[in-house]
Nanobody, 116 residues
């Protein structure tokens, strides 16, 4: 079955960096676009970044463009989110996502807290 497992979250000071990882299994990884979303309690999930199966096309939310970088390693079934120049408003649970077989699959999420 499809599984997505995120890791790498934590507490970081404003201006700091974190690298999130998502380990995927249960599907042909290189065929699919992978995405990172984030969510805070009481708010809708926000698309942060996405990357196509081959890795040649990426898209970013305006709020993170120039600070975050999404990448993938199709030999390891991994997708990453490098987050630099973090701001308090980046605080959220970050979730990995793939859409296949007419539905979305989600990991359990990893908490990122940006605070001094």
């Amino acid at each position: 079955q499809v599984q997505l497992v995120e890791s790498g979250g934590g507490l970081v000071q404003p201006g700091g960096s974190l690298r999130l990882s998502c380990a995927a299994s249960g599907f042909t990884f290189s065929f699919y676009t992978l995405s990172w979303y984030r969510q805070n309690p009481g708010k809708e999930r926000e698309l942060v970044a996405s990357i196509t199966g081959s890795g040649d096309v990426t898209n970013y939310a305006a709020s993170v463009k120039g600070r975050f970088t999404i990448s993938r390693d199709n030999t390891k079934n991994m997708v990453y989110l490098q987050m630099n120049s973090l701001k308090p408003e980046d605080t959220a649970v970050y979730l990995c996502n793939v859409f296949l077989d007419w539905r979305g699959y989600w990991g359990q999420g990893t908490q990122v807290t940006v605070s001094s």
